[in-house]
């Protein structure tokens, strides 16, 4: 008998590896179990629930693929199975190997396969390749004894950690061969090095099965399958000495349930209401998942600051753009099969700015965009930009930007907003002439406003950032045009620390009855208190939507 690889942690202290805790389990004097698991997900819930190992199971992960069990799945795909399953958990997986994928050499290279990707053992049954399953039809052809106990030997000269276990599954009571068959079997393949056999049996009872652990002398363990005899009390496999039971299929058998009475609902409700409440929730998805580990490795490896917010005021109609805005606010208008809004939240996702607020008012249903979060300023007409701002405070915290809903601009000026130093910096294009030249003679805009910026320093073309920072001194369409260092371009962003004293002041403002003011005041009346706020030069690469004309601009900007 081949001992060499037998017992071969018992005298170690470290810590088991998978297959030295499934050879424990297939050792010790209790009555152990393991569970069906067919993929990543199911081998979780097994673990979860508090079993000590997973039954890898060929029937469940075939079907589960949508093939039989006749081996129409090839051993590599299970392979690729059974590396999301052990990837998933920590317990020891003993996999279903059917007859070991062809001969003793396909068996080594399985084995050897299996080693590698922390599988603790496989089990192999005395059949012919392809297999059948053996709850089907009678007197199934058994393999050469002889062949078979060569492929266990072969199996256990290939693997690589000492404590992979190799089960050999006996199938003569399935082929209707009776005891004596399965006990001459059952000593062959011990002798060729066998962890473990399974006397598997389809009788309705135990009564194979028992008599087979009557006339066993011990020799290994001996591992059950129970699917059949399902009504035999559990104690019953305790006392006649089984050393594990495999409950072999139960979490597919339950989930095709589930699946089909769920399927069936929702095609007949034509609604997910009725569903809900049954099912699990979507969060409970993500816990499965082991978001939460992801989340502490963010916080362990990603850099320190926040993903910035964003607050997009868009609670304007913009009368200027006449039909065009009839049904929508002007952030909903299509500029090149996407609505503006659209555009101006990708370039700032571009940007790395998540967790994006917008805020609403005319025709505000029709802001509806995935993934912004949209707060309503219901009586926009009556208020302006402080107004709608002071309705997404809550969203003014940490690192924060804040933008008009009708400007279009590079992504690289989001970027330079980000790393321009400051606890509210606004962005400023220090180009503004060449959109007044570009602009110039334009009838149709007689009362274009422009919130133009007075700063520390003028902007040069050849500026670097580290020449000194420039800081606003004043904002408003009025400046006197001497005074004018650019164009606001409707950019701004917060820190912290400035998020509180930007909603301070909104707090101010409106508490005067300011709240028909617009950003340029807001910003003009921090800096007369001293608050100092920083701007980023830019040149050109912007634009906002103000009348049908720009969108022409804009489809050419695109
Ligand atoms: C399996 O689960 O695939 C098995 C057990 O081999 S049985 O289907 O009972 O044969
Ligand atoms: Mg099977």
């Known amino acids: 008998m081949i001992t060499s690889n037998r017992d071969a942690r018992t005298t170690h202290s470290e810590p088991l590896t998978k297959a030295g805790k499934l050879r424990q389990m297939l050792t010790s004097p209790d009555l152990e179990f393991i569970m069906e698991a067919h993929n990543g997900l199911s081998a979780k819930i097994v673990e979860e629930a508090g079993f000590k190992g997973i039954w890898a199971s060929g029937l469940s992960m075939s079907a589960a693929l949508g093939v039989r069990d006749n081996n129409e799945a090839s051993w590599?795909?299970?392979?690729?199975?059974?590396?999301?399953?052990?990837?998933?958990?920590?317990?020891p997986i003993l996999v279903d190997g059917d007859t070991g994928w062809g001969n003793f050499n396909?068996?080594?290279?399985?084995?050897?396969?299996f080693c590698q990707r922390g599988i603790a053992g496989i089990c192999i049954e005395d059949k012919l390749f392809p297999k059948t399953n053996s709850f089907i039809g009678e007197g199934q052809p058994l393999a050469d004894m002889n062949e078979f106990a060569g492929k266990i030997k072969a199996g256990k000269d290939s693997q690589t950690d000492p404590d992979f276990s190799i089960v050999a599954r006996l199938e003569a009571f399935i082929a209707g061969r009776g005891l004596n068959e399965a006990l001459d079997r059952a000593h062959a393949y011990a002798e060729a090095g066998a962890d473990a056999v399974l006397c598997h049996s389809k009788l309705a009872t135990a009564d194979e099965v028992m008599e087979f652990m009557r006339q066993w002398d011990n020799r290994v363990p001996v591992v059950i399958v129970p699917t059949k005899y399902y009504a035999t009390p559990t104690d019953d496999f305790r006392k006649a000495g089984v050393s594990l039971a495999i409950w072999a299929n139960h979490n597919l058998r339950a989930a095709i349930t589930a699946m089909r009475e769920t399927t069936a609902r929702i095609l007949r409700e034509e609604s997910l209401a009725?569903?809900?409440p049954h099912i699990t929730t979507v969060s409970e998805i993500f816990s499965l998942q082991g978001n939460d580990e992801l989340r502490q490795a963010e916080g362990r490896y990603l850099p320190a600051r926040k993903a910035p917010g964003a607050v997009i005021l868009a609670a304007s109609r913009g009368q200027a753009l006449g039909e065009l805005t009839a049904d929508r606010p002007k952030c909903m208008i299509d500029v090149r099969g996407r609505p503006l809004l659209a555009r101006l939240t990708d370039t700032l996702k571009q940007s790395g700015v998540?967790?994006?607020?917008?805020?609403?008012?005319?025709?505000?249903?029709?802001?509806?965009?995935?993934?912004?979060?949209t707060v309503d300023n219901d009586f926009y007409e009556k208020t302006g930009e402080v107004g709608s701002l002071a309705c997404a405070k809550d969203a003014i915290q940490d690192d924060c930007v804040i933008a008009y809903g009708d400007i279009l601009f590079r992504h690289h000026l989001v970027d330079k907003l980000m790393e321009t130093a400051g606890d509210i910096v606004v962005v400023v294009d220090g180009q503004w002439q060449a959109r007044s030249e570009e602009h110039?003679?334009?009838?149709?805009?007689?009362?274009?406003?422009?919130?133009?910026?007075?700063?520390?320093?003028?902007?040069?073309?050849?500026?670097?950032?580290?020449d000194a920072p420039v800081t606003l001194t004043a904002m408003g369409p009025d400046i006197a045009e001497h005074r004018i260092a650019g164009e606001w371009v409707g950019l701004a962003r917060v820190t912290e620390k400035g998020a509180e004293i930007l909603r301070a002041e909104i707090d101010a403002m409106m508490a005067e009855g300011q709240s028909k003011a617009g950003l340029p005041d807001l910003f003009s009346r921090l800096v007369a208190k001293g608050v100092e706020i920083s701007v980023a030069y830019v040149a050109g690469q912007w634009m906002d939507i103000d009348q049908a004309a720009d969108l022409n601009q804009a489809k050419l900007f695109l």
């Open 76 to 91: 590599t795909q299970v392979l690729e199975v059974l590396e999301f399953m052990s990837d998933a958990t920590s317990i």
């Open 274 to 276: 009725g569903i809900e």
């Open 440 to 466: 110039q003679g334009d009838a149709a805009q007689p009362d274009w406003v422009r919130d133009f910026a007075a700063c520390s320093l003028p902007f040069a073309a050849d500026f670097m950032d580290e």
């Open 354 to 373: 998540r967790d994006i607020t917008v805020v609403r008012g005319y025709a505000k249903q029709m802001i509806n965009l995935p993934g912004i979060r």
């Open 106 to 113: 396909n068996m080594r290279r399985a084995v050897t396969k």
